[in-house]
């Protein structure tokens, strides 16, 4: 089989490091994949949203089976498009793909379904927002409608802060169109877990379950970023949570958007708050996570070329989906700055075993030499028998990835740790 899969991230390179142990798997293109998933697929020099160059480049090279892994394909529509050519795919269609392209749609499903989350107000006016904000109750979460790279989200402490965060979406556009609509939310408090599921529309099979670790410096501080590095399990999502949040969570999510006539077929991320009432959904995307896949994958023990294509044809309730009874931890290494400025085109390299455990995220190829050229540059996870091994085998195995200015946290997993003790 020739499988195409869209993006360039250390999650791209996590599918296709699974993808490829299917012995039917002959060829792997990445488009635009990066110059590290080049050791693993032959990468096109397309761009992950230019879709109709990606229909082309399908279409002449008889793909038999796609994978669009990133956000702004999927909202942009990659997979009808595929689809109306009969390449088959993984990922939802635009139409249910919206379910992380508009805050404010996925807020009205929940409410509309009674799926527990945050009470919200929806505004594209900002007068009225602001003036919704003089008597709103603070802590207050500021949110831009659209794809923000993550970022379209405030938490603000005060009134002024607020404001400021609205008047900055709405009036002077800082996420551009994205803002022009926002959903301002109740604040939450609890442990955070990321629950990925594979679903054909119809059933949901959930992944193990994973904790990222948003900002960018040691005990949660500083800025907001992609992910810095990951855990999994997450030990706060017990067996009772999970029957829980299948119940009350998983399954209405998928039912309530076949019943809106946009069946969700693909990856569905579940970012969760285990709130003192109960888990509530913090929000929806309509993809694998990023760096989740790369604590994810390498626990699944069963065949992901498999499962995709079950969650493509329908047949995801009689198809295995298990995961290694193990503890696995991702630990980002960043150019320093990020996820603010940085310097790019340091040369980057690898022992041979941190290689293996290595996925890259951003570096690419020059006269055969790895240059840094991104933020995020490595994600480096280790596989162990208990969640201490696991983060002890990662920091040691990411010391063999080298590149000037690189920057890790040093806590990856303690939160987790200290939550087992
Ligand atoms: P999001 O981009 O929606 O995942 O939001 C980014 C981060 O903001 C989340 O991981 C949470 O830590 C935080 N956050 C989002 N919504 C809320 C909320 N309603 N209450 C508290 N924290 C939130
Ligand atoms: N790591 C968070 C995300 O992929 O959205």
Avoid: W
């Avoid at 109709?52 to 090279?61: G, H, L």
């Avoid at 965060?165 to 959903?183: E, H, L, P, R, Y």
């Avoid at 989906?321 to 290494?333: E, M, P």
């Amino acid at each position: 089989m020739k499988l195409l899969v869209v993006g360039g991230g250390g999650r791209e390179h996590a599918i296709i490091r699974s993808l490829k142990k299917n012995p039917d798997v002959e060829t792997i293109y990445a488009a635009p994949g990066n110059g590290g998933i080049a050791q693993d697929a032959i990468c096109v020099p397309i761009g992950a949203t230019e879709i109709e160059k990606i229909v082309a480049f399908a279409t002449e090279n008889k793909i038999d089976y796609a994978v669009v892994a990133p956000d702004d394909p999927l909202v942009l529509g990659c997979v009808d498009a595929l689809e109306e050519k009969g390449i088959p795919c993984f990922g939802p269609r635009a139409n249910a793909a919206i379910i992380e392209g508009s805050k404010a749609f996925s807020k009205n499903l929940m409410k509309k379904y009674g799926i527990p989350t945050a009470t919200y107000e929806i505004f594209t006016d900002l007068p009225k927002a602001l003036e919704y904000l003089e008597t709103a109750p603070m802590p207050t979460v500021v949110k831009a409608d659209g794809l923000a790279l993550g970022k379209g989200v405030i938490i603000a402490q005060t009134r002024e802060e607020a404001k400021q965060a609205v008047t900055d979406m709405m009036a002077n556009a800082k996420f551009g169109k994205s803002g022009s609509t926002v959903v301002i939310e109740e604040f939450l408090t609890g442990p955070e877990v990321s629950v990925l599921a594979f679903t054909d529309g119809k059933v949901v099979r959930p992944m193990v379950s994973s904790m990222d670790h948003k900002r960018a410096g040691d005990n949660d501080t500083g800025l907001n970023t992609g992910g810095m590095g990951t855990i999994a399990p997450n030990p706060y999502y017990t067996e009772d949570i999970a029957k829980q949040c299948m119940k009350e969570i998983f399954l209405p999510t998928i039912r309530a958007m076949k019943k809106e006539k946009r069946t969700f077929k693909g990856c569905l991320y579940f970012g969760l708050m285990l709130t003192p009432n109960g888990p509530k959904v913090i929000e929806y995307n309509c993809r694998f996570g990023d760096p989740e896949t790369q604590v994810v994958l390498p626990l699944l023990k069963s065949d992901l070329l498999t499962i995709m294509m079950a969650c493509t044809n329908g047949t995801l309730a009689k198809t295995p989906v298990r995961f290694a009874k193990k503890h696995a931890c991702c630990v980002i290494k960043a150019s320093k700055g990020y996820p603010e400025s940085y310097k790019k085109g340091y040369k980057l390299s690898m022992s041979d075993r941190a290689a293996r455990a290595t996925f890259v995220a951003g570096a690419k190829l020059e006269n055969g030499k790895l240059l840094t050229a991104g933020g995020r540059v490595t994600g480096t996870t280790a596989v162990r028998g208990t969640l201490e091994d696991a983060i002890t085998a990662a920091y040691r195995l990411s010391a063999g990835v080298k590149f000037a200015n690189a920057y890790s946290r040093s806590d990856i997993g303690q939160k987790a740790l200290a939550a087992k003790k």
